[in-house]
């Protein structure tokens, strides 16, 4: 390698003269037009180089490479963009497939096979594409999605296979440089993580596909993985794409290069579990609920005041002063059911044995300072957020807390928590999660959860005239998925699919026995049965309503009857209200077991949301958030920034401590994973931030960093749909976990009847069963 330098560089920068002894460029492939001009290539030169610097392995960090031109035959054109004709995107044009690159990345794998006299077979998506077409006899040319840009019958080639020469529109961009030298493309659109990969110095480009993947090898080990701005693979879009391979698809998501994921592996599990212990009316990590400091006495219903105040000393002392919360972190003693009327004697003081709960801050507004307002408060303190009707009421709207309508604003929305599985056949699939948070509340598996009414209308209060009462029907959640409807396996496409919706499934239960009877007479008359006697349902056993609700006591509500013959029912998340408490916590908090006591208000709650969320698009009606403080946009919780706002998110360091995990690494990630030693002399200076986030990880000895709970392992970011390079070569499609936005299917909302039935394949009852079954 030679550093000489070329009189229209900057002074410092290396030069690397290429080998132009071998190119298959193609000028044919050349745009020409008014519109198309030839642009400074020397950005593309600057990217090229680094990224061959570090393959090669002689990258220093901060030295700034450039090569001395690109292979011949190959050349950077711009044009205008179409929705915005002042901006001007490039592409690099050249490939004997006369189809461009999008960017220096996608070539880079091309230029390699150029460098190595073409000895090594070329990876690259246009390269793969044109071995097809010539094994499939299909003319090589423009095809389908080229763009436009030679007219026809220009650049056309000769019957003898030699390219007719066309002179490049525009003026050469760099001083000196000889008309018509060209440039050339070579990577798959979508590869995008590739750059991310080289910008860390790793030659194995794990974030785009395994280091051990021969380059050219056909079919379903050559797809590309299209990755988030860090480098990290998009899972689902790499199983969208196996699944058009391969028809069907069935296996579970693991995230391997993923520091999110292989952090949250051991806590969230744990968390889970957790939840099969804890009583359905102790709130949960990531919900908002009513929250007020410690008082003296207990609260109750005011008749003469209409509303709920604080009782003491035969005496009442006025509403508390409520305000919504996050709850950042749980009690480590145990909550009992007497500590929702008076604080039960605790071992540990409030900072231990309370709830620590954040105000709730604007989620329209960039001031999340409500955020640093926060208190461990016991359980008598907090109420269930869906239920502010009832505990609000009688307080003017002017004296409410500004917390309550922030809210509020948040109401219609949802995000899945843990996918663990991808399911389905060409050209649908189906991503099966732990749970889902749900405007306020956060749904588990095997949770029990109260549906609406069908018909029910929140601004009269009324019902469907057929039904002469408020009957509320219960879900115990067996599966919670979320459905793909035409899927998209095109690698640069930000989107899973065309269509998306979550259902959940379970089986249905109801304490009216007139519903159940009523029920059951219309599936025999749909069914064409005709008896003499009436059908009676029958009601559940001790045992079985034990079997079935993993909450203590729920045969206290009366008598359960399955409905649907117990097969499974498919719901929207729109006809779910929220969790079923045990009917003794029902008496405390609401002095009656009606399940009937926030349904007016959580849909009175959701149509406030989508009037004032602006992040949900007009025509739509659900926000729908990456991960829950997405949904709630937050930037920090607990005191720690949250997701990509963090400081100590070093994603150089935390992938190189992947490969110190995995035995893959190599000595520059020994260097990059900056683990502290254990021995010698002790240092006066801390190298790094890592001693920081060791405090704060699970994996202090591998180097992984504190990252939040509720975080997925990528998050999408709606990008401007162009495919041009921007100055800073980020040319990475954040489509993780599952696409943000508001895009949902009509319907979905649970109407009894035979339509909405499917069998059961094995019973399951218990939460603990259910995860065990799908692990």
């Given at each position: 390698?030679?550093?000489?330098?070329?009189?229209?560089e900057d002074?410092?920068?290396?030069?690397?003269p290429?080998?132009?002894?071998?190119?298959?460029?193609?000028?044919?492939?050349?745009?020409?037009?008014?519109?198309?001009?030839?642009?400074?290539?020397?950005?593309?030169?600057?990217?090229?180089?680094?990224?061959w610097?570090?393959?090669?392995?002689?990258?220093?960090?901060?030295?700034?490479?450039?090569?001395?031109?690109?292979?011949?035959?190959?050349?950077?054109?711009?044009?205008?963009?179409?929705?915005d004709?002042?901006?001007?995107?490039?592409?690099?044009?050249?490939h004997?497939?006369?189809?461009?690159?999008?960017?220096?990345?996608?070539?880079?794998?091309?230029?390699?096979?150029?460098?190595?006299?073409?000895?090594?077979?070329?990876?690259?998506?246009?390269?793969?594409?044109?071995?097809?077409?010539?094994?499939?006899?299909?003319?090589?040319?423009?095809?389908?999605?080229?763009?436009?840009?030679?007219?026809?019958g220009?650049?056309?080639?000769?019957?003898?296979g030699?390219?007719?020469?066309?002179?490049?529109?525009?003026?050469?961009?760099?001083?000196?440089?000889?008309?018509?030298?060209?440039r050339?493309?070579?990577?798959?659109?979508?590869?995008?993580?590739?750059?991310?990969?080289?910008?860390?110095?790793?030659?194995?480009?794990?974030?785009?596909?395994?280091?051990?993947?021969?380059p050219?090898?056909?079919?379903?080990?050559?797809?590309?993985?299209?990755?988030?701005?860090?480098?990290?693979?998009?899972?689902?879009?790499?199983?969208?794409?196996?699944?058009?391979?391969?028809?069907?698809?069935?296996?579970?998501?693991?995230?391997?290069?993923?520091?999110?994921?292989?952090?949250e592996?051991?806590?969230?599990?744990?968390?889970?579990?957790?939840?099969?212990?804890?009583?359905?009316?102790?709130?949960?990590?990531g919900?908002?609920?009513?929250?007020?400091?410690?008082?003296?006495?207990?609260?109750?219903?005011?008749?003469?005041?209409?509303?709920?105040?604080?009782?003491?000393?035969?005496?009442?002392?006025?509403?508390?002063?409520?305000?919504?919360?996050?709850?950042?972190?749980?009690?480590?003693?145990?909550?009992?059911?007497?500590?929702?009327?008076?604080?039960?004697?605790?071992?540990?003081?409030?900072?231990?044995?309370?709830?620590?709960?954040?105000?709730?801050?604007?989620?329209?507004?960039?001031?999340?300072?409500?955020?640093?307002?926060?208190k461990?408060?016991?359980?008598?303190?907090?109420?269930?957020?869906?239920?502010?009707?009832?505990?609000?009421?009688?307080?003017?709207?002017?004296?409410?807390?500004?917390?309550?309508?922030?809210?509020?604003?948040?109401?219609?929305?949802?995000?899945?928590?843990?996918?663990?599985?991808?399911?389905?056949?060409?050209?649908?699939?189906?991503?099966?999660?732990?749970?889902?948070?749900?405007?306020?509340?956060?749904?588990?598996?095997?949770?029990?959860?109260?549906?609406?009414?069908?018909?029910?209308?929140?601004?009269?209060?009324?019902?469907?005239?057929?039904?002469?009462?408020?009957?509320?029907?219960?879900?115990?959640?067996?599966?919670?998925?979320?459905?793909?409807?035409?899927?998209?396996a095109?690698?640069?496409?930000?989107?899973?699919?065309?269509?998306?919706?979550?259902?959940?499934?379970?089986?249905?239960?109801?304490?009216?026995?007139?519903?159940?009877?009523?029920?059951?007479?219309?599936?025999?008359?749909?069914?064409?049965?005709?008896?003499?006697?009436?059908?009676?349902?029958?009601?559940?056993?001790?045992?079985?309503?034990?079997?079935?609700?993993?909450?203590?006591?729920?045969?206290?509500?009366?008598?359960?009857?399955?409905?649907?013959?117990?097969?499974?029912?498919?719901?929207?998340?729109?006809?779910?209200?929220?969790?079923?408490?045990?009917?003794?916590?029902?008496?405390?908090?609401?002095?009656?077991?009606?399940?009937?006591?926030?349904?007016?208000?959580?849909?009175?709650?959701r149509?406030?949301?989508?009037?004032?969320?602006?992040?949900?698009r007009?025509?739509?009606?659900?926000?729908?958030?990456?991960?829950?403080?997405?949904?709630?946009?937050?930037?920090?919780?607990?005191?720690?920034?949250v997701?990509?706002?963090?400081?100590?998110?070093?994603?150089?360091?935390?992938?190189?401590?992947?490969r110190?995990i995995?035995?893959?690494?190599?000595?520059?990630?020994?260097?990059?994973?900056?683990?502290?030693?254990?021995?010698?002399?002790?240092?006066t200076?801390?190298?790094?931030?890592?001693?920081?986030?060791?405090?704060?990880?699970?994996?202090?000895?591998?180097?992984?960093?504190?990252?939040?709970?509720?975080?997925?392992?990528?998050?999408?970011?709606?990008?401007?749909?162009?495919?041009?390079?921007?100055?800073?070569?980020?040319?990475?499609?954040?489509?993780?976990?599952?696409?943000?936005?508001?895009?949902?299917?009509?319907?979905?909302?649970?109407?009894?009847?035979?339509?909405?039935?499917?069998?059961?394949?094995?019973?399951?009852?218990?939460?603990?069963?259910?995860?065990?079954?799908?692990?």
């Amino acid at each position: 390698m030679a550093n000489s330098k070329m009189e229209d560089e900057d002074p410092g920068v290396i030069v690397i003269p290429i080998d132009s002894t071998y190119s298959d460029g193609d000028r044919a492939g050349w745009p020409t037009g008014d519109r198309f001009d030839m642009p400074d290539d020397s950005y593309y030169r600057r990217k090229i180089a680094r990224l061959w610097a570090q393959r090669l392995g002689f990258y220093k960090p901060g030295q700034e490479y450039i090569l001395d031109s690109l292979p011949d035959g190959f050349a950077i054109f711009d044009r205008p963009r179409g929705t915005d004709p002042d901006i001007r995107d490039r592409f690099l044009y050249g490939h004997p497939l006369q189809q461009y690159f999008y960017s220096t990345v996608q070539f880079f794998p091309h230029f390699c096979h150029l460098m190595s006299q073409g000895k090594e077979p070329c990876s690259c998506h246009l390269c793969e594409k044109l071995a097809k077409r010539k094994k499939d006899g299909i003319p090589i040319g423009r095809g389908v999605g080229r763009p436009r840009g030679r007219p026809p019958g220009s650049g056309t080639r000769t019957s003898s296979g030699t390219s007719t020469p066309i002179k490049p529109v525009g003026t050469p961009g760099r001083r000196g440089r000889p008309p018509g030298s060209g440039r050339k493309p070579g990577r798959p659109p979508g590869s995008t993580a590739a750059a991310a990969a080289a910008a860390d110095n790793t030659t194995s480009a794990v974030a785009v596909r395994s280091s051990r993947r021969m380059p050219g090898r056909p079919s379903e080990s050559s797809m590309q993985y299209i990755a988030d701005s860090e480098g990290t693979p998009d899972v689902f879009k790499a199983a969208v794409i196996k699944l058009r391979a391969k028809g069907q698809l069935d296996e579970k998501i693991t995230e391997p290069d993923s520091m999110d994921w292989r952090a949250e592996r051991m806590p969230l599990r744990e968390y889970l579990e957790k939840l099969n212990m804890l009583p359905s009316f102790v709130p949960r990590t990531g919900e908002l609920v009513l929250w007020t400091t410690e008082y003296e006495g207990k609260l109750a219903w005011n008749p003469e005041a209409g509303q709920v105040q604080i009782y003491r000393h035969k005496q009442w002392h006025g509403a508390p002063d409520w305000r919504a919360g996050v709850v950042g972190q749980l009690p480590e003693e145990d909550v009992v059911l007497q500590d929702i009327v008076v604080t039960t004697p605790k071992k540990w003081g409030p900072n231990y044995s309370g709830f620590r709960v954040e105000t709730f801050p604007d989620p329209n507004s960039e001031d999340k300072s409500y955020s640093l307002q926060h208190k461990y408060v016991p359980m008598k303190c907090i109420r269930p957020f869906g239920a502010y009707e009832h505990f609000l009421q009688g307080v003017p709207r002017e004296q409410l807390h500004p917390s309550i309508e922030n809210a509020l604003t948040v109401m219609a929305s949802f995000s899945l928590l843990e996918k663990y599985r991808f399911q389905g056949t060409w050209p649908n699939a189906a991503i099966y999660c732990r749970g889902i948070f749900l405007g306020a509340e956060f749904l588990a598996v095997g949770d029990a959860v109260r549906l609406k009414p069908s018909g029910y209308d929140a601004d009269t209060d009324t019902v469907d005239p057929a039904t002469t009462a408020v009957t509320l029907n219960v879900m115990v959640i067996h599966k919670i998925r979320l459905e793909l409807r035409e899927c998209d396996a095109d690698p640069r496409s930000k989107q899973l699919a065309e269509t998306y919706r979550v259902r959940i499934q379970g089986k249905v239960y109801t304490n009216d026995r007139e519903c159940a009877v009523a029920l059951l007479q219309q599936q025999q008359q749909q069914q064409q049965r005709r008896t003499q006697d009436s059908p009676q349902p029958q009601p559940l056993t001790s045992d079985e309503i034990a079997s079935t609700f993993h909450y203590v006591g729920m045969g206290g509500y009366g008598e359960w009857y399955p409905l649907h013959a117990g097969a499974l029912v498919n719901i929207s998340q729109d006809m779910i209200l929220g969790r079923c408490y045990e009917p003794d916590a029902m008496q405390l908090l609401f002095r009656s077991p009606a399940l009937h006591y926030d349904l007016h208000g959580v849909l009175r709650g959701r149509a406030y949301s989508r009037a004032t969320d602006e992040r949900i698009r007009a025509g739509k009606r659900w926000f729908w958030g990456d991960f829950r403080t997405q949904t709630l946009a937050l930037d920090t919780l607990n005191g720690e920034d949250v997701g990509h706002y963090s400081d100590v998110r070093d994603v150089k360091m935390w992938r190189a401590n992947l490969r110190v995990i995995d035995g893959t690494a190599k000595a520059a990630d020994f260097r990059d994973a900056k683990i502290p030693g254990d021995v010698g002399r002790p240092s006066t200076k801390t190298a790094s931030n890592f001693a920081k986030v060791g405090k704060l990880s699970k994996l202090v000895s591998t180097g992984l960093g504190a990252v939040d709970s509720s975080a997925p392992a990528s998050s999408a970011e709606d990008g401007d749909g162009g495919t041009s390079e921007s100055e800073q070569e980020d040319y990475t499609l954040r489509i993780d976990q599952l696409r943000g936005g508001t895009e949902e299917t009509e319907g979905g909302d649970y109407v009894p009847g035979p339509g909405t039935t499917e069998e059961e394949p094995q019973p399951q009852n218990k939460r603990a069963r259910t995860m065990e079954k799908s692990m």
